[in-house]
């Protein structure tokens, strides 16, 4: 099974602030990754997928790079909406796996 | 509009059964995979099963496996998850989620419906 660790578990950061997340897969998965955004007690909201691809509707302020095993999500100009926990998901073979979460923190 | 409905969920004693429905509305079910992903309280996500458009395929994870299927009615633009053997370990929100293609991850998200297991 194709393990995902990502980096860091959690970040504090203001608004305004540009972050970072990295997610690193433990073999080789092309650009097959997707990310998500979920606040406490909501749906999994889908971001990106295609490593760089946004889902309809989402805000250019989140971009996403990487391929092979090295990708990363960043968010440009935090926004009070932004504070949430993202999850990678690799998306090149079965069973799927899903990092373990960074949750994103007020400063 | 396009939605996912989960339904099914309930409290279960360790060792006994349930069945997790997912009704589609809003686009073409049978474009489309079906995947159930679950969140055990205070954790993260985990991928468990997944069936594609036709039903012809099905996977897995290794925690579930031999004990859940998942199956579908395109008649009816329902999927299920027929959950076998239940552990405490079950315990968590089961979403269900489409996806157009293995590779594009999930694009839409139902609301989740709630399994506790209990001994």
């Known amino acids: 099974d194709i393990q995902m660790t990502q980096s860091p578990s959690s970040v504090s950061a203001s608004v305004g602030d540009r972050v970072t997340i990295t997610c690193r897969a433990s073999?080789?998965?092309?650009?097959?990754l997707a990310w998500y955004q979920q606040k406490p007690g909501k749906v999994p909201e889908p971001l990106i997928y295609a490593a760089s691809t946004l889902q309809s509707g989402v805000s250019s302020r989140f971009s996403g790079s990487g391929s092979g095993t090295d990708f990363t999500l960043t968010i440009r100009g935090l926004q009070p909406e932004d504070f949430a926990t993202y999850y990678c998901q690799q998306g090149n073979s079965y069973p799927l796996t899903f990092g373990g979460g960074t949750k994103v923190e007020m400063k | 509009q396009v939605q996912l409905v989960e339904s099914g969920g309930g409290m279960v004693q360790v060792g006994k059964s349930l069945t997790l429905s997912c009704a589609a509305s809003g686009f073409r079910f049978t474009r489309y995979g079906i995947h159930w992903v679950r969140q055990a309280p205070g954790k993260g996500l985990e991928w468990v099963a997944m069936?594609?458009?036709?039903?012809?395929?099905?996977y897995y994870s290794d925690s579930v496996k031999g004990r859940f299927t998942m199956s579908r009615d395109n008649s009816k633009n329902m999927a299920h998850l027929q959950m076998n053997s239940l552990r405490a370990e079950d315990t968590a929100v089961y979403f269900c989620?489409?996806?157009?293609?293995?590779?594009?991850?999930?694009?839409?998200w139902g609301q989740g419906t709630t399994v506790t297991v209990s001994s």
């Open positions: 073999q080789d998965i092309n650009i097959w």
């Open positions: 989620a489409r996806g157009v293609d293995t590779n594009y991850g999930m694009d839409v």
């Open positions: 069936i594609w458009y036709d039903g012809s395929n099905k």
